[in-house]
């Protein structure tokens, strides 16, 4: 609607101007000619994730849906209906694709294999990214220049191995800084990672243990779900985890909580932890994964109109369109999502090659 007004705005102030001139419109009007439709739609049936809210669908989904059909409608194709609606289960998401009752599902990587037979990749969800990009594990510890969020979207995250100030976390963090960390130091540690969080907090370090060891988080006989970071972090703080493994890089998020007495709460509702050095100074990395991509935007290729090509390009341009779109944020943001890049399979390729999700061994 702002783009609409701001058209019509310049349009009449054109005219005004030529009109002064002594000249008409049709003489030297250099107003846009509309966009030839290409192509049309009966609908289009969006599927937010499993855990948004559904007051936000009813109080931004209309909108976000007459400003996905105008994008589209700019890139020459006419759509007649677009829904949008939340997957009542974290499962059920896949499953719309397959019964075809959803058109564009936002999948989570680990189950975007399971699927990718029968839909084309389209983009990539984005999150706030980090000024630390460096495999080396050393460059994401210290206080002096600590890890934190910067105002670049990034497709991709990374996760953390990382030890803590136990006995034994405090002798593998010295042989990591030493080089001489092996995997019979790592066997004989006390693992403990978040429970019902994400793929990255349980799967993806075999991306790191595979690559430097030939193992996998199976193979880890001492590891222990915990129930959620806040748990976590406490754990890791009172010594009864040598390793915990984290997405990249959570401690930011607990950076002032770790420091807060324990009656304390931070800014956002966390509760104090209790120590007096930094959170980056105490909890050492010892491993770090390569780049893992995130959440998924996918359509049905069942349909031969969804295979079309030129509208799969069309799609993208729309959706990359609404990046600045009130409606368009905050449905992302209650996703967990800066908005959405386009992307390519390939970039998931490392994730298929781990034996639980894709074509390992």
């Known amino acids: ?21 002594g000249e008409t419109p ?43 059909r105008e994008e589209l409608a700019h890139q020459g194709w006419a759509v007649g209906e677009i829904t949008v609606d939340v997957a009542p289960t974290a499962t059920s998401s896949g499953k719309a694709l397959d019964d075809g009752t959803a058109d564009v599902v936002i999948l989570p990587a680990s189950q975007y294999f399971t699927y990718d037979e029968d839909a ?53 963090a010295q042989e990591a800084q030493n080089g001489t960390l ?33 193992k996998t988080m199976l193979d880890v006989p001492k590891a222990i779900p ?13 010594g009864d985890a040598d390793i915990i493994v984290i997405e990249a890089d959570k401690r930011v998020d607990y950076a002032e909580a770790w420091k807060l007495s324990t009656n304390a709460l931070d800014y956002t509702g966390k509760r104090g932890l209790g120590h007096e050095d930094s959170i980056f100074n105490e909890i050492q990395v010892l491993g770090v994964t390569e780049e ?26 729309a959706m990359d369109a609404l990046e600045n779109n009130d409606d368009a944020r905050a449905i992302w943001s209650s996703c967990g999502y800066t908005g959405f890049t386009p992307s390519n399979d390939a970039r998931y390729e490392n994730i298929r090659q781990l034996p639980v999700f894709g074509a390992g061994e």
């Open 1 to 21: 609607m702002k783009r609409s007004a701001a058209w019509l705005l310049a349009a009449f102030m054109g005219v005004s101007l030529l009109s002064g001139c």
């Open 26 to 68: 049709e003489e030297t009007s250099s107003m846009e000619e509309p966009t030839q439709i290409v192509g049309t739609m009966e609908h289009l049936r969006v599927l937010l994730p499993y855990g948004v809210s559904q007051s936000l669908v009813a109080e931004c989904g209309d909108g976000f849906a007459v400003s996905l």
């Open 120 to 172: 084309k990749l389209l983009m990539t969800a984005t999150r706030p990214g980090l000024n630390v990009k460096s495999l080396t594990p050393a460059d994401w510890n210290g206080s002096v220049d600590p890890v934190a969020y910067t105002a670049e979207d990034c497709p991709y995250s990374r996760t953390l191995i990382c030890a803590t100030k136990s006995q034994k976390g405090q002798a593998l």
């Open 182 to 214: 092996t995997w019979e130091m790592l066997r004989d540690a006390t693992w403990m990672y978040p429970k019902a969080q994400t793929s990255s907090d349980f799967f993806y370090p075999e991306l790191w243990l595979t690559k430097h060891f030939d």
């Open 226 to 238: 915990i129930d959620g970071y806040g748990a976590l972090f406490a754990e890791a703080g009172r």
């Open 292 to 317: 893992i991509y995130g959440d998924a935007m996918v359509l049905r290729t069942e349909d031969e109109a969804f295979r079309n090509v030129n509208f799969q390009y069309a799609l993208i341009e």
